[in-house]
DNA sequence: CTGAAAGCGCTTACAG
DNA sequence: CTGAAAGCGCTTACAG
């Protein structure tokens, strides 16, 4: 019989490195933190034995002594399908990750359902296994995470849905402006019939939106009608387009509120025969890959997606750190001219 | 001034829940860790201490005086905007953060580049910060990634590059078997001219599931020529398609390796003035999302996405709990009929 | 079935 | 600048 034991070497601690450097534990913590009280010499030579030994401290007994975990909750309160489909937030979780791959934190997987917190997920995040949370998107109804951040370290992606309710750290972009911004594009291409594909209606980023796009319609002296509801996913964004081409054949542009969603408008317009931007111009929100991934480029409101996920962590990061921080940092959008409008 | 202190209660250790309970600290550990020799009376007194205290054990402490930190590597080893932008990534995860749920691990995410494992990865993966991993793709090249079972209890999904070169263990489909039942599927429709949009030939998935193209080609006496290789994206099945179309204008059927890439080959067609499948069929395969989200419905070979990530999650929580366990676990597909072909 | 005691590997005042 | 000592909150043989 072969040996199936897994030789599994027990790692080094504390104490052997004090031992071979010929100092006290408390000297080795000392340099292992970072402390500059320490002599020349003596960090030399715990360096030297650190490498030696190839020591990589204990967490679990670290984080036992000075109380920190060490580790940050990525809360994904959306269906797993969702977030994994749109490029958005592959964009945000990829900034977000960058920025804590250069700390010593760990990033925890908390994959939640939009509104029922699991009582796993409860417990976990009150229970003092992370020291903070960032909470990726923004659903109304969901209480639990709306307050979290009374009881931990939370910083959202997106504002909150009551901003007296909590004193909330957050990142985002002035929804309604570039909404506004993007459906003036259309107006200024001399378009009458300005439809919406907005987001859901229990998300700010949706709510935003919709309110830039009929802002924009209102100043010019147009009609607000044509709007229709989807979920930022891409068949939402189809249907919503067949929805909106029975109810009036004869429009002659949509502002979509997310890329993917314009994705599924644009094939459901081909379908019908229309021309893009001839006979519709459409304009898109994120400029996500989604945006270039198919026959025509989107005209689209740009939201620098990867540097909000950046700026959540560092603002985490500074919040765990005790530094001062910003309690909402508003970054910002513009027009990415494509194919599309 | 308003307080802005933060009254963050400290939590109740398991010395209080002693106290109250009127036991010792090791009767209290009993309990909590679910031990069978506990009197009936003590196991109430306890259970209430607990719940009256709202108790929680600290996970530092019980790591550190156990050696295991309940916490799970999930190694992404591929670029973020694959990573999210690919269905069947979601159903994996879907089905591996479903199986963790249920267990008291919690999954670290990993985001690592398709071939070199950073320092900070390594030290952390290493460091027994964690008491296992799930790697969730596989390329060649990454010989760290390879070798980390010899280190950690680690389930990959999808069979490793080199059978002889380690033990891993694994969860898969028969992907030559797969691709084959694809192709012929084309066959038997008649086609003569069967190209491939195949996957990236470092990777086992793509290099098997070109070979049973390849067989199935074979077999049936037909020319294998018509191939191109994309790297399982959308915009490379695009890509892919039209280098083919420019190959061989006639061609009558085409075998993608993934549903998202024959999404973006659906689209060249169209566009080319190709009818489907008319002019030519397409199968996929994965059978995810993607193969209902466009405007026609592709037929493609069906893979259990979200049960293998089950699986995966299942067998390395039976690793780590010392059972038994299959060292491969190789999973059905099928065909699943639709427009496409 | 239950408790006293040692130990897990760190950090952190406190002296010096 | 450095060390001795206590303590973080658990688990786990070992007795009984």
């Known amino acids: 019989m072969t040996t199936e034991q897994q030789t599994r070497r027990i790692p080094p601690t504390l104490e052997e490195v004090a031992a071979t450097a010929g100092v006290s534990r408390s000297t080795v913590s000392r340099v292992v933190n970072g402390s500059t009280q320490v002599s020349p010499e003596v960090l030399a030579a715990v ?57 010593d934190y760990v990033l925890n997987l908390q994959l939640a359902s939009p509104f029922a917190p699991s009582a796993k997920m409860t417990k976990y995040l009150l229970g003092g296994n992370v020291d903070g949370a960032i909470v990726i998107s923004h659903h109304s109804g969901d209480h639990f995470l709306a307050t979290l951040g009374d009881t931990l370290p939370v910083v959202f992606g ?21 909404a506004e911004m993007g459906t003036n594009h259309l107006i200024e291409l001399g378009r009458k019939r300005i439809a919406i594909i907005a987001g859901p209606a229990d998300m700010p980023a949706g709510m935003d939106r919709t309110d830039g796009w009929r802002r924009a319609l209102q ?10 509801h989807g979920d930022f996913s891409m068949v939402s964004g189809a249907r919503s387009m067949r ?33 893009i ?14 945006a270039i991934g ?39 959008t513009r027009m990415v001219m494509r194919e599309s409008a």
């Open 47 to 103: 360096t030297a034995a650190i490498e030696q030994l190839n020591y990589v401290p204990n967490r679990a007994a670290r984080s036992l002594a000075n109380r920190q975990t060490m580790a940050i909750a990525l809360v994904v309160p959306e269906e797993t399908t969702r977030f994994f489909g749109d490029p958005y937030f592959a964009a945000v979780v990829h900034g977000i990750a960058h920025a804590i791959e250069s700390s």
């Open 158 to 178: 997106g504002r909150p849905l009551h901003p007296d309710e909590h004193n909330s750290y957050f990142v985002d972009v002035d929804n309604a402006a570039a």
């Open 219 to 228: 100043s010019a002296g147009l009609p607000q009608n044509l709007i229709v």
């Open 243 to 275: 929805e909106l081409l029975d109810r009036d054949p004869e429009l002659d542009a949509v502002f979509v509120a997310s890329d993917l969603m314009a994705t599924g408008a644009v094939s459901v317009l081909r379908e019908r025969g229309r021309s």
């Open 277 to 290: 931007p001839g006979d519709v111009a459409v304009v898109g929100f994120d400029d996500s890959p989604a």
């Open 294 to 332: 198919g026959d025509i480029q989107l005209t689209t409101v740009h939201q620098p997606s990867m540097e909000m996920g950046e700026k959540m962590a560092e603002m985490l990061l500074r919040l765990l750190r005790g530094e001062p921080t910003e309690r909402e940092w508003i970054m910002q």
